[in-house]
């Protein structure tokens, strides 16, 4: 049954104590055929089942998860969003993305938080400068939002900032108002609740094993509840894929490794934007809760522990505190790891393989985030028709042999 | 943050050190001669298991001298450390703890250190 929120129904539910919300899906005992199976319980597996049902009319639909839903990545990151990528191919895909996340709330009548409450990108020296200014312009082409900001704006942003008084001063910034942030637990929620509403199976803690396959055609998942039969199987498994890719034969360009998060005690509204910065490598941003949210980079090698090396923390914290002197004696809560698949140039794979009726969505690296709903929505429609959309036809596994790379390394706005 | 026994100077923060991918790959002796398909996989794709990785690093901020080391990538166990010029240790050396390809080690994702 359709399940609607409104202030009625949530007048209604206080009126109970709340106690009569009932379950947001179900939870069914996996059957043994699917149309479609995905593998992967996160924000962008979700989302490609509900696009499957609600766009391209699939009916027979499992997404499988090996923990609970959006125990991954999509729980684990820093929850930005923007699109000004410097490349054509991914200002396009994010710009796409972005576009969904502005109705995204409404279409799925669950709160997403979405905030567009704007994305700084700092520049410290004079090639910040350059690459910034032509970032800024590439994305201004593309019809994107972006404009350079010079340092008394940014002042104006972020009185808190210090931009003069540190080893890397601040000269100016990218600034794209549409950027900002959204709830990641709510994505996940929301998509499954939507999907489960239109017949998707949402099987939780059934890990898949391996992928079955015979003379280049796909016949199946093992999984921990048994076999399941399917003839499209999609792998949105993030740090995982490459595990999986290999048990049906299938190598990947993508190496995984360790990407830390971390957030503070709660304080008072101090910063109501995102900043980010390359050079310095910090990016903060503060939840509705108070906290700062605080992103660190990746560790310098391969690794599945979910937690990362306490070097990479310490340097973050270091250009945290010299941007922002106020936040110098401020404690620090939490601290984690997520496992993100890193191409070699940093754009994602959204693509069929040599393996019929196997689909990837992967490679998001450390930005996979922001594009939920585009990704998940191209991705749909390259499983339903077996053909790329056009929007994600540039981002294809061919693009490793045949040498069209999307280079985002340093030109998306944040060091990969 | 781990420990990496350097052969030439000994045990030593992993800050210390920097990871250059995986070990023992190998340059096509004719480049010229391979297709589009083959160099791309030569120059893109690296081996990623979850498990026993063969991987080379660099004592950048010690000796400066590059060696190979196989760690289990679900623990950040590091179970052998051996120099460049030596053979590549045989997979059957190893064990392999993980429950099943994609699942989590016996001690808990990356608690090794602390759960012995």
């Known amino acids: ?416 | 943050m781990i420990l990496i026994k350097c052969p030439y100077c000994g045990e030593r923060d992993q800050s210390e050190f920097e990871n250059g991918g995986e070990a023992h790959v190998i340059r096509p002796k004719n480049p010229e001669s391979l297709s589009d398909k083959d160099w791309g996989e030569y120059v893109f794709y690296r081996n990623n298991p979850k498990g026993i990785f063969y991987e080379r690093w660099v004592h950048s901020h010690g000796c400066k001298k590059w060696f190979n080391a196989v760690r289990n990538t679900s623990t950040d166990q590091i179970l052998k450390v051996y120099k460049v010029n030596e053979k590549r240790p045989d997979l059957s050396e190893f064990q392999n703890t993980l429950k099943s390809p994609s699942g989590e080690p016996s001690v808990g994702s990356g608690n090794f250190a602390v759960k012995k």
């Open chain 1, 1 to 416: 049954m359709k399940k609607k929120y409104s202030i009625t129904s949530l007048i209604q539910n206080s009126l109970s104590d709340n106690e009569n919300w009932g379950k947001m899906w179900r939870s069914p005992n996996p059957k043994k055929h699917y149309d479609v199976v995905i593998v992967g319980g996160g924000g962008h597996g979700l989302g490609t089942a509900y696009y499957l049902a609600k766009h391209h009319g699939v009916k027979n639909i499992a997404v499988i998860e090996k923990g609970w839903l959006g125990s991954g990545n999509t729980g684990r990151n820093t929850t930005i969003i923007r699109s000004n990528y410097l490349w054509d191919e991914s200002a396009h895909l994010y710009d796409h993305a972005v576009k969904l996340w502005e109705n995204l709330s409404e279409d799925l009548n669950y709160n997403m938080m979405f905030s567009q409450r704007g994305v700084l990108n700092l520049a410290h020296n004079e090639h910040d400068i350059k690459e910034i200014k032509r970032r800024v312009s590439a994305n201004r082409l593309n019809g994107l939002d972006t404009m350079w900001l010079d340092k008394k704006e940014i002042k104006d942003l972020v009185p808190i900032m210090n931009t003069d008084n540190l080893r890397y001063p601040v000269l100016g910034a990218a600034y794209q108002p549409r950027g900002g942030v959204a709830r990641h637990d709510a994505v996940a929620w929301g998509y499954a609740m939507r999907a489960d509403e239109l017949g998707v199976d949402i099987i939780q803690n059934c890990e898949v094993k391996g992928i079955k396959t015979d003379n280049y055609k796909v016949e199946g998942v093992e999984t921990t509840k048994g076999f399941i039969k399917s003839s499209k199987i999609g792998v949105v498994a993030s740090g995982h894929t490459s595990v999986l890719a290999a048990t049906a034969g299938v190598r990947l360009p993508l190496q995984s490794r360790p990407l830390q998060a971390l957030v503070s005690e709660p304080i008072k509204p101090v910063i109501n934007t995102v900043v980010m910065s390359n050079a310095v490598h910090a990016y903060v941003s503060q939840s509705d809760k108070g906290e700062l949210v605080i992103g660190a980079g990746t560790d310098g090698y391969n690794s599945f522990t979910q937690r990362g090396g306490y070097d990479v923390i310490e340097e973050t914290v270091r250009a945290i505190v010299e941007l922002y002197p106020i936040f110098g004696k401020m404690k620090m809560l939490r601290q984690w790891g997520g496992i993100v698949d890193i191409c070699p140039d940093a754009s994602p794979i959204i693509s069929k393989c040599d393996v019929e009726g196997l689909y990837f969505n992967c490679g998001w690296g450390t930005g996979g985030f922001k594009a939920t709903p585009g990704s998940a929505n191209v991705f749909a429609h390259t499983i339903a028709k077996d053909e790329p959309h056009k929007i994600n036809a540039p981002f294809a596994l061919s693009r490793f042999s045949d040498g069209r790379l999307i280079d985002e390394h340093g030109a998306a706005a944040v060091a990969h």
